[in-house]
Nanobody
Framework: QLQAYGGGLVQAGDSLRLSCAAS????????LAWFRQAPGNGRKFVAA????????SYADSVKGRFTISRDNAKNTGYLQMNSLKPEDTAVYYC????????????????WGQGTLVTVSS
């Protein structure tokens, strides 16, 4: 099970850190990813990190502003979001254990419940 939290209402330019708490003994074995869904859109890839943390990928839209990380000892993943923009407004989901591509939402087996991030201009 995954539980995402840390969303909120911030102003453009602010920072926010999302967390994804996982249960179970195999957290470190799985890729962890963040997706986001804005109203009227599907879930879009934001970032992903391998089980060991040695491989990371970002969507172009967040590269240089967002940082994904994980603490396997705490069974928790993070998404540090800096220089937030109004277009970052969305419900953010964490997901793990993709069957194939890291970038496709349908490939993921496990999902958190989502946390809303609202960025005002």
């Amino acid at each position: 099970q995954l539980q995402a939290y840390g969303g909120g209402l911030v102003q453009a330019g602010d920072s926010l850190r999302l967390s994804c708490a996982a249960s179970g003994p195999t957290f470190s074995s799985y890729v962890l990813a963040w997706f986001r869904q804005a109203p009227g859109n599907g879930r879009k890839f934001v970032a992903a990190i391998s089980g060991s943390g040695g491989s990371i990928s970002y969507a172009d839209s967040v590269k240089g502003r967002f940082t994904i990380s994980r603490d396997n000892a705490k069974n928790t993943g993070y998404l540090q979001m800096n220089s937030l923009k109004p277009e970052d407004t969305a419900v953010y989901y964490c997901a793990s254990n993709p069957a194939g591509s890291w970038y496709v939402a349908d490939e993921y087996d496990y999902w958190g419940q989502g946390t809303l991030v609202t960025v005002s201009s």
